[in-house]
């Protein structure tokens, strides 16, 4: 197949990523994977197979969880979009209320060592919020199921993580419990844990979830 | 060599600390390859059509912008080169005849033959060989162009099934096909075929039967990604002849072994070392795929960048990683035992054959793997173990987590229940009855110096599952079942095995890895190792070794990202042995350092004897103790002056006591061994043919664990790839030797829906010669999961599965009688 001509100028696209509203003008069957990674210089979302498998594209469209290498971009008139840039970092430098949980997570350990990397800026520029949990990632806060894979081996070679961290804030964060956790994960395909660190991961952010639930409903 | 006190208190090592690169990668803010800033072109690759043929001709269909578009080809590698560099490791290269011993041809992949192009001059050999490369600005468009270039051909021959002894015209390696074969002789087999025929006359039972594994896709789920850029110091007139001194290559990639990249680049280019560097990039996933396929990727990304003077890209897509690189070897075996009237092991006669694919590649050292593990761990008094890898048109299989180990351990494990169910013995007695014991020997006549407990390891682990109860309940289960014709039966399995940690004999002694710590001007230590974290957490356990060896902080240490032009040679990672044998450098390259740092009088010795804060390695050996802010005080001035005061060194020396011969196999094959019994419990369903495993426990002796957390991920990660192995995951071949199969779609990788909550138990007895008492991991859990599961399926059912996967169809056609 050669590439898509592109004679006419592409429509403009509207819509809003990790709170932030974003105008794109692409061809309208464009992946919305690639709006992301290419025009929005989002990579945190992945591509591993591109036909709708491995759910390492994983964002949410909407209030749903979907594959991103799946959804041509005319769906993102008017959406909004999470990605896993749009997870960590809130509570640092958004005076903005989220819906996200933000709490400051507390890990057993000291502070881990600097990365080396990255150390160049995208192309193009990003939520501010975003930018920081690419550039200084310990001190981005993080969302309670990015702590809870911190701490419970949830994440190897990292690159289904952002993915898999995305659908488990869904599910976290629409009040699903552990018994859905091998329905909603199960389109997220991981070969380095073999799921059982993960399944991990999300129970002990869901019990920590359900706990404070659970407190603040004591009289 | 100073053996570490493996009993020494830890701070770091033995806790779970939050792994180094988590944050990054649970906020997605790492960047792998694709997702680096790039400006440069996209390449892609033009593949052959069918399994074999010679090429006719190259035809540029209308379509494409040719002038737009890069094409190299065969004709733009130098055919003939005089060596460049004559460094050491390239004097064992492939010298082209035809011109000469002082010329070699540059069109060779780097690796233990060199008998890979990296593009086809004039045959292919396998279905989707690379023969010509493209490249655009876009990457659509070179993919588009890449599928515009028809490879005209003559078709040859093709040995597509390596079961089956080639015809004439299939053969094109050696007089058979046969890349490598290795007989292994332990007692009666030593003195010949008759006295070990005696063995056999004389035993009360003898059992044969015939075992066959699949080929296996690695799936990383990052596929193979590059990007080279060429440097010219010298101003470039754009000519493109090949590179000269004033040359720079750099490549940056998804790998496991950067001083492999390094040597074949070093070749294709005709440069020496210090005009090619390699680094690392955030690496998604490996598990020996990205071993040797590697070094062809970063080849054809340099060719392109040598030929357009631009940064080129490639990243392949899903179908293109599947069809182009290697896999798991498949491999049949031959088992005959001769047991005595009690089920004890008298003489294992095994004979192994590998499908080797196209080339050479690393089969040898694959088949070497499961030659030496085809005895298991049991006490065997005579052993003769034939193996040999053959080639076939179809693409070469190579390195995959376990390294030739599982496929023999598969063999081995589903015979001893064969072996249990003929004599009427329980498969758990038969083994108590065999597995080998402190001072006992293995296949290759290594004596086990090491207080091994695999009896009671393997009791403890039925008892983890409730082996017994469970076995009771399911008896009844069935029963019920039956007697109503419902469709459910559940079974218990179990395999007892162990894996061999490092390089396999004198190899790590052919390595000697080198590594080094240099201290920072901010008072910290870096580590400098060429072993690449790709998910197993490498660079976390790294910090925690130099953290409790220096008795510092793990925030006091920095892992550098691998770059071939900072970091010396610390060997691949592959073969589980990063933590054990690269770990234990980090912790003597860190008490080098603290002892020059003591001759250069930066760091005055304390007085003997007990003081506070943590205890260094080497201070511990002299009964001393560094007070870490003095310690950090003493580094940042080193660091900040440099040189070598300011650097520790380690190098590779082997435990004493390891002698192994090549030529005979005997001998101390690994320094020491991983140790493991694993148990599945399953459920079969006699209407779908659909196996669930209902429970799994995977219990290991693997020395001290440095990390927990990561090894209980090692260990569940692995179960995982080897229950999909059993079950799921078939390599299907098209008519040319293709993968038909090549998506995920088809090629049916486990989901978190198909597999069980996995336990994982660790039994640890530190281990003199790793670091802190440490053994190697990586590669055991990939072992015993598809023996223990398929026993659990025969235990269920009654019947005697001995291929894998074990897909519903197959287990249909067992049942009926047509297996």
Known sequence: MPPAATAAPPPSITFTVNGQERTVHVPPLRRVLDVLRLDLGLTATKEGCGEGECGACSVILDGLPVNSCLVPACHLEGAHVTTAEGLAGHALLSSEPTTLSSEPTTLSSEPTTLPTEPTTLPTEPTTLPAELARLAPELATLHPIQAAFLEHGGAQCGICTPGMVVTAVWLYDNGLGKADIERVLAGNLCRCTGYSPIVASVEAALDARDARAAAGAQP | MPVLPAAAATTHVGRSIPRTDGRAKVTGATQYLDDLPFEGLHGATVRAPTAR??????????????????????????????????????SHGH????????????????????????????????????????????????????????????????????????????????????????????????????????????????????????????????????IATVHRAAPDDGDAGWPTLDFHVRVEGSLQCPYYVHQAIKHLCNLPDDHVQIVQAPTGGGFGGK????????????LLSLKARRPVKMVYERVEDMQATTKRHPCQTHVRTALDADGRLLALDAKVVMDGGAYVTLSPVVLSRGTIHMGGPYEIAHVRVASEVVLTNTAPNGA?????????????????????????????????????????????GQTIDEPIDLVGWMDKARAALDWDARRTAHTAFNLAQAAVHAPLR???????????????????????????????????????????????????????????????????????????????????????????????????????????????????????????????????????????????AALAKAGAAGGTDAEGWAEYEPPPGVVWNDQTYRGTAYGTYAWATYCADVEVDLVTFEVKVRDFVALQEVGRVLHPVLA????????????????????????????????????????????????????????????????????????GPAPAVVNAVADALGVEPTAIPLTPERLLRLVLGEG
């Open chain 2, 53 to 90: 043929g010679r090429i006719t001709g190259l035809r540029f269909k209308e379509g494409p912008d040719w002038s737009q578009i890069v094409v190299v080809t065969h004709r733009d590698i130098p055919r003939f080169a005089r060596p460049i560099a004559r460094a050491a490791d390239t």
């Open chain 2, 95 to 226: 010298h082209d005849a035809d011109a000469g011993p002082e010329h070699v041809d540059l069109n060779r992949v780097a690796l233990i033959e060199w008998d890979q192009p990296y593009l086809v001059r004039d045959e292919f050999r396998h279905k989707h060989e690379a023969i010509a490369l493209v490249a655009h600005a876009d990457r659509a468009t070179a993919v588009w162009a890449a599928a515009c270039v028809e490879v005209q051909y003559e078709s040859l021959p093709a040995a597509l099934d390596y079961r089956v002894a080639p015809q004439p015209g299939q053969v094109q390696h050696g007089a058979a096909n046969v890349f490598k074969r290795y007989l292994l002789c332990k007692g009666a087999a030593e003195q010949g075929e008759t006295a070990l025929e005696a063995v056999f006359a004389k035993a009360a039972h003898v059992v044969a039967e015939t075992y066959e594994t699949g080929a296996q896709e690695q799936a990383y789920i990052e596929p193979q990604a590059m």
């Open chain 2, 291 to 302: 071993e040797d396929y590697p070094s062809i990727l970063a080849g054809h990304a340099v």
């Open chain 2, 400 to 444: 995959f987590r376990g390294f030739g180990a599982p496929q023999t351990i598969f063999a081995m494990e589903r015979h001893l229940d064969v072996c249990a169910h003929r004599l009427g013995i329980d498969p758990v007695e038969l083994r108590r009855r065999n597995l080998v014991k402190r001072g006992g020997t293995l296949a290759t």
């Open chain 2, 490 to 632: 559940r079974g218990l399995g179990l395999a007892t095995f162990m894996h061999g940690c490092g390089f396999t004999g004198s190899g790590e002694v052919w390595l000697a890895s080198k590594l080094k710590v240099r201290a920072l001007a901010t008072g910290q230590v870096e580590v400098l190792a060429a072993n690449t974290e790709i998910g197993q957490g490498a660079q976390t356990v790294f910090a925690q070794i130099a953290a409790d060896a220096l008795g510092l902080a793990v925030a006091d240490i920095v892992v550098a990202q691998p770059d071939t032009d900072q970091v010396p040679n610390s060997g691949p990672t592959v073969a589980s042995r990063t933590s054990m044998v690269v770990g234990h450098l980090v912790a003597r390259a860190c008490d080098d350092l603290v002892v020059r740092l003591e001759s250069a009088e930066r760091l005055a010795a304390l007085p003997d004897g007990p003081g506070v804060g943590s205890v260094s390695m080497q201070a511990h050996a002299r009964g001393r103790r560094h007070e870490p802010e003095r310690l950090r």
């Open chain 2, 712 to 783: 209980e991920g090692q260990i569940a990660g692995g179960v995982v790839q080897g229950l999909g192995w059993a079950l799921l995951e078939q390599v299907v071949a098209d008519a040319d030797g293709g993968m038909a199969n090549a998506n995920l779609t088809t090629y049916v990788l486990p989901t978190m829906a198909d597999v069980p909550r996995v336990r994982v138990l660790f039994e640890e007895q530190p281990y003199g010669y790793g670091p802190f008492g440490a053994k190697g991991i990586g590669e055991l859990p990939m072992d």
